[in-house]
């Protein structure tokens, strides 16, 4: 695990259809976390359409840095290159994308074939939502009410993610902090209580920020 790490991926699983010249190109989005679960999920996907001339594909699989995809019968270089290319322009990875196409009976042409299946992806890739996993400490706090403005201006204006506020006798906030921030995270919680808060780290994760 290379804690402190940050990297893009889709949020959900997400579609989008267009149609050019009679021609519906479907694109089907989801995140994976292995080369088997995009496979498994581009099986899926063939299975719903499976009467489609064409059902083209792409993923990115970040560990071993696998990318793979085909144009299922289209022209080589004018489908699954493009729908790969989407991901890849957008820095994307454990996430896979399958086009289907259902002709129309008018022939697009190669360039014609490349916008195609390259906006299809990318408007699939907007429906699922771009967001960043940033792997953090979870972090609690316990503090008295007086103190709990100055620990939300913290958080609220350093690169931090704030979580749930559970409030009793005292405030108990949930923080996420970067590897990389810790530090500088406990010094200025220490500065702005003069040291009576302590921080306590109960976990570690993944979380997810959405960008787009």
């Known amino acids: 695990m290379n804690k402190g790490m940050v990297y893009k991926t889709v949020y959900g699983v997400g579609s989008a259809e267009i149609v050019e010249k009679k021609s519906r190109f479907i694109a089907s989005v989801s995140p994976v976390s292995s080369e088997d679960e995009a496979i498994a999920f581009v099986n899926s996907v063939k299975a719903k359409y499976r009467d489609a001339r064409h059902n083209v594909y792409a993923y990115v699989v970040k560990d071993n840095n696998i990318s793979r995809f085909t144009d299922d019968g289209e022209p080589s270089g ?3 290159a493009p729908v790969l290319d989407v991901l890849l322009k957008e820095g994307i990875t454990d996430a896979a994308i399958v086009v289907t196409r259902y002709f129309g009976g008018t022939l697009l042409g190669t360039g014609g074939l490349v916008r195609a299946y390259g906006k299809a992806a990318k408007d699939g890739v ?3 939502r771009i967001c960043e996993k940033i792997y953090c400490h979870e972090i ?3 503090a008295p009410y007086d103190l709990h403005g100055k620990i939300k201006y913290i958080v609220d204006n350093g690169d931090y993610i704030e979580g749930e506020t559970e409030y009793g006798a005292d ?3 949930t923080v996420f902090v970067k ?3 810790l530090d500088k995270f406990l010094k200025e919680i220490n500065d702005a209580t003069n040291a009576s808060v302590t921080p306590e780290i109960v976990g ?3 979380i997810d920020k959405i960008i787009s």
Do not use: F, N
């Open 171 to 173: 405030v108990l906030i």
């Open 126 to 128: 907007l429906s699922a």
């Open 179 to 181: 590897y990389d921030l």
């Open 204 to 206: 570690e994760m993944y």
């Open 78 to 80: 004018t489908a699954g």
């Open 140 to 142: 609690q706090l316990r």
